[in-house]
């Protein structure tokens, strides 16, 4: 496995390996294939193969995610990572914290408590980079004996004879060694906002069950989330109107001045975090 040193952090890179069944041009059925290995697809691999179903796990890059999008994690995703055995280590890395605080300047506004009853096993909010938060994910599934990942495995193409119901779904996967097909009874699309598998599986078309009209899209709302530190416990909102974001952010304190604001977008404003020198 070779590293790739990016100032606080060493980004590891995953050693691509051919299939079995791509180097005979074998065409194999798999029970579940899972597309995307960020913390939803990697999660969901656990989750299966904790229930005993064998899972092929692909994705087209060969890394974990570069920067944060995700940087808080709640109880309730903890307590399910907890009993998949990999919540500990995100637990002792990352920063617990259940009191949080939202200031206008320097005046409180708003303060609450995530986990007001003691004696819980799980934190009520964690924060802590994607980065590592996929590393143990990657550790658990590369050690589980029911998880195949399968990285540089980019998704081209995926086809099911709607005329049969018991067809499995056909995918089109590309390789440093090529194209290949593989089979699967069951796909999970984990690959995101910009979901291409959403986007080709679900092609404009009406279901009379559901009287939903399914469409395959592309998100264009952005989610900026930023994990600073403060020397003190004072922080303020300054607004930008000449960035894309609408004004609707919080800040939430924790016992060692370290600082979470989510901010959310489509709008002309923006609210950005700024250190007192007092």
């Known amino acids: 496995m070779n590293t790739v040193v990016q100032k606080t952090y060493t980004y590891p890179q995953f050693d691509y390996v051919q299939s079995e069944e791509q180097r005979t041009q074998t065409l194999k059925r798999h029970p579940v294939v899972i597309i995307g290995a960020g913390p939803i697809g990697l999660t969901a691999a656990l989750d299966c193969a904790q229930r005993g179903i064998?899972?092929?796990?692909?994705?087209?890059?060969?890394?974990?995610?570069?920067?944060?999008?995700a940087v808080c994690y709640a109880?309730?995703?903890?307590?399910?990572?907890?009993?998949?055995?990999?919540?500990k280590p995100m637990v002792d890395k990352g920063v617990s914290w259940q009191v949080g605080k939202v200031f206008m300047r320097d005046d409180l506004v708003y303060s609450f408590d995530l986990l007001p009853e003691p004696a819980h096993k799980m934190p009520a909010m964690i924060n802590l980079q994607q980065y590592y938060l996929e590393e143990y994910l990657v550790k658990a599934c590369q050690e589980h004996p029911l998880v195949d990942l399968r990285w540089k495995h980019k998704l081209l193409d995926l086809q099911?004879?709607?005329?049969?119901?018991?067809?499995?779904?056909?995918l089109s996967l590309e390789t440093p060694d090529g194209i290949f097909k593989v089979e699967a009874d069951w796909v999970i699309a984990?690959?995101?906002?910009?979901?291409d598998t959403r986007?080709?599986?679900?092609?404009?078309?009406?279901?009379?069950?559901l009287n939903l009209n399914w469409?395959?899209?592309?998100?264009?709302?952005?989610?900026?989330?930023?994990?600073?530190?403060?020397?003190?416990?004072?922080?303020?909102?300054?607004?930008m109107p000449h960035t894309k974001f609408r004004p609707s952010a919080h800040v939430v304190q924790t016992p060692v001045c370290k600082t979470s604001i989510t901010l959310h977008g489509n709008s002309s404003w923006c609210w950005t975090a700024l250190r007192l020198n007092l």
């Open 75 to 87: 109880k309730r995703p903890l307590e399910i990572w907890d009993r998949l055995g990999v919540a």
């Open 160 to 170: 099911q004879n709607k005329n049969k119901a018991d067809a499995p779904v056909t």
């Open 199 to 209: 986007f080709r599986a679900y092609k404009p078309c009406w279901d009379p069950m």
């Open 190 to 195: 984990c690959d995101g906002a910009n979901s």
């Open 215 to 239: 469409n395959g899209y592309r998100s264009t709302n952005l989610l900026v989330a930023v994990l600073i530190n403060f020397a003190m416990d004072v922080c303020c909102l300054r607004a």
């Open 54 to 69: 064998p899972v092929v796990l692909i994705d087209d890059n060969n890394t974990v995610s570069i920067g944060s999008r």
